[in-house]
């Protein structure tokens, strides 16, 4: 049970323009074989390059990396996104549909398995992949049938909490060059890497604040290129 609060019965209209951009090459570039507590995408917020072995096998283990063996170095490209804080907002930020307040209790985030955009392989002597799309953020919910208003006002809700929308596609690009052996191939592998959030609904009730059901949001925060070693044709 929680207190209730007073609150200001009001939404207040927020136009939010996302400027969204991947670090281009004109970002510095973190080699993190330097940077010997980089061991993840989580510890990195600048464009980064991993060709120590162990960190390649560990990070190719904890995303789900095709082939590690045969990965020459792996490049981290984060999203950056201009917008307001996700991270460090309050848990429990009522928001009123209808006669009813709701709010969010944040269950804490993880980083999904590397999901798999593209890949390509390239001829002596040389190759280029190139990124560009747009990539969705989405979520789930246990019970959407019980919010009154339903889905509308539930993306209101996350994104009144979270503070980014649940369902807007995020543009992404960049660029990798390799050089070819003679006689031989390389594969360059694109993935993206999506946050996890998890979270639970609750109405705010001056007696007792009900659950409503859980769920969580998946939100794509960067893209994971794999550079294959010259492999004999």
């Known amino acids: 049970m929680m207190v209730k609060k007073k609150i200001t019965k009001c939404i207040v209209g927020i136009v939010c323009l996302l400027s969204i951009t991947v670090l281009g090459s004109k970002t510095e570039i973190v080699f993190a074989d ?14 980064t390059v991993f060709t120590n072995r162990n960190k390649i096998k560990k990070i190719a283990d904890r995303y789900d990396l095709k082939n590690p063996n045969d ?5 981290y490209v ?5 917008t307001f804080e996700e991270e460090n907002s309050e848990d429990v930020q009522p928001y009123e549909i209808g006669p009813e307040e709701y709010y969010i209790k944040k269950k804490g985030t993880s980083e999904k398995k590397g999901e798999l955009l593209r890949s390509s392989w390239y001829q002596y002597p040389s190759g280029s992949m190139t990124i560009s799309q747009s990539i969705a953020t989405t979520y789930s919910f246990s019970n959407e049938a019980s919010l009154e208003g339903g889905v509308k006002e539930l993306k209101a809700v996350l994104k009144s909490s979270y503070g980014f ?8 690009s960049d660029t990798q060059n390799v050089t070819v052996k003679k006689g031989y191939k390389r594969n360059i592998k694109a993935y993206v890497n999506n946050r996890i959030y998890k979270f639970e609904l609750w109405e705010d009730d001056i007696k007792y604040d009900d659950y409503i059901g ?15 070693k010259n492999v004999k044709k």
Not at 165 to 172: E, N, T, Y
């Open 165 to 172: 929308s649940v369902s807007k596609k995020i543009s992404v």
């Open 214 to 228: 859980k769920g969580s949001i998946k939100k794509p925060i960067g893209v994971i290129f794999t550079i294959g």
């Open 34 to 47: 330097d940077e010997k507590n980089v061991n993840s995408f989580e510890e990195t917020s600048s464009k």
């Open 71 to 75: 990965i020459e170095k792996i490049i």
């Open 78 to 82: 984060p999203i950056k996104e201009n």
